[in-house]
């Protein structure tokens, strides 16, 4: 079906080009992003291993090469590419791992992913292209991995942009939720760390500790020294330079707040 994948509307399929393309065309204001670099030129530096030879099928080559920016050093270029196509592939696999994807999860992608109107297309085909292969997530989620530090907050917000996908519907379902451990697993996250990061992210509420990742019998002085880490680990200039791209820092998930919140509560009743 190629680019024209289709989402399931009550009983009518909707292509999924035609409804993202609906979507953008809402939206008025003119976006850069990083988008224009992942299908490009033949110049710029080489990305291999399983997202190179996707990004290749669906350019017609064999590893494809990836416009370089004059504005950022290779290495975070490199990562925030890796990130993009990170919430392209792994989405797309997490719809095939459920069965079908919902016109509420096109929207929620929309959301949280700006795509400018010249690169609908490319996205659709690296979708589809990723929805298709009888290559397993985990080689795409490890290469990703690997672009990062072992549960990395950059890594986390990829994880909240799937959950927020995933409960777009209204629920995560079971196969859904065995999913997104799994890719927790290989971004290195504890079954402790998944366990927030999945409450966070069903309304289940969480207490500040929980929050911080700390035990209630922690001494103040330590929960604080927790505290800075997160806060400066999830502040948006400290993701930028670890390889989040600037176009998810404005729609990325609420998480320093979250942790700030925390830090104040614990505050008041120590």
Same mark, same amino acid.
């Given at each position: 079906?190629g680019?024209?994948?289709c989402?399931r509307d ?6 999924f080009? !035609?409804?993202l393309? =609906?979507?953008?065309q809402?939206?008025?204001k003119?976006?850069m992003?990083v ?7 033949a110049?710029?530096?080489?990305f291999?291993?399983p997202?190179?030879?996707?990004? *290749?099928a669906?350019a *017609?080559?064999a590893i494809?090469k990836? &416009?370089s #920016?004059?504005?950022? %050093?290779?290495?975070?270029a490199?990562k925030?590419?890796g990130?993009?196509?990170?919430v392209?592939v792994?989405?797309a ?8 994807v919902?016109?509420?999860?096109i929207? $929620? @992608?929309?959301?949280?992913? #700006? =795509? %400018?109107?010249n ?10 292209q990723?929805?298709?292969t009888?290559?397993g !997530?985990d080689?795409y989620a490890?290469q ?10 950059v890594?986390?917000?990829l994880?909240n942009l799937?959950?927020?996908? $995933? ?12 999913y997104l451990e799994?890719?927790?697993?290989i971004? *290195?996250?504890? /079954?402790? /760390?998944?366990?927030?990061?999945y409450?966070s992210?069903t309304?289940?509420?969480?207490? &500040?500790c929980?929050v ?6 922690? &001494?103040?002085?330590?929960?604080k ?10 502040h ?8 989040? %791209?600037e176009? @998810?820092?404005?729609?990325s998930?609420s998480?320093l ?5 925390a ?7 120590k």
């Amino acid at each position: 079906m190629g680019s024209e994948m289709c989402i399931r509307d009550s009983q009518r399929s909707i292509p999924f080009l !035609f409804y993202l393309n =609906v979507i953008i065309q809402n939206c008025n204001k003119q976006i850069m992003s990083v988008w224009g670099k992942i299908i490009g030129s033949a110049s710029g530096f080489a990305f291999a291993g399983p997202i190179g030879a996707l990004i *290749g099928a669906v350019a *017609g080559h064999a590893i494809d090469k990836v &416009p370089s #920016n004059d504005k950022l %050093p290779e290495e975070i270029a490199i990562k925030q590419i890796g990130f993009t196509i990170g919430v392209i592939v792994l989405s797309a696999k997490m719809a095939k791992a459920d069965g079908n994807v919902t016109k509420e999860e096109i929207i $929620a @992608f929309r959301k949280k992913v #700006n =795509v %400018p109107n010249n690169e609908i297309k490319n996205v659709g085909r690296l979708w589809d292209q990723a929805k298709k292969t009888t290559d397993g !997530f985990d080689i795409y989620a490890k290469q990703i991995a690997s672009l990062f530090e072992a549960k990395s907050a950059v890594l986390e917000e990829l994880l909240n942009l799937l959950f927020f996908i $995933a409960k777009a519907d209204g629920i995560i379902s079971s196969s859904e939720s065995i999913y997104l451990e799994k890719v927790s697993t290989i971004f *290195g996250f504890t /079954d402790e /760390d998944f366990n927030r990061i999945y409450s966070s992210n069903t309304y289940k509420t969480l207490t &500040p500790c929980q929050v911080l990742g700390v035990a209630k019998s922690t &001494p103040l002085e330590e929960i604080k020294k927790k505290w800075k880490k997160l806060a400066i680990s999830h502040h948006p200039d400290n993701l930028v330079s670890k390889g989040l %791209p600037e176009d @998810f820092i404005q729609k990325s998930t609420s998480r320093l707040q979250e942790i700030n919140n925390a830090w104040d509560i614990i505050q008041q009743n120590k």
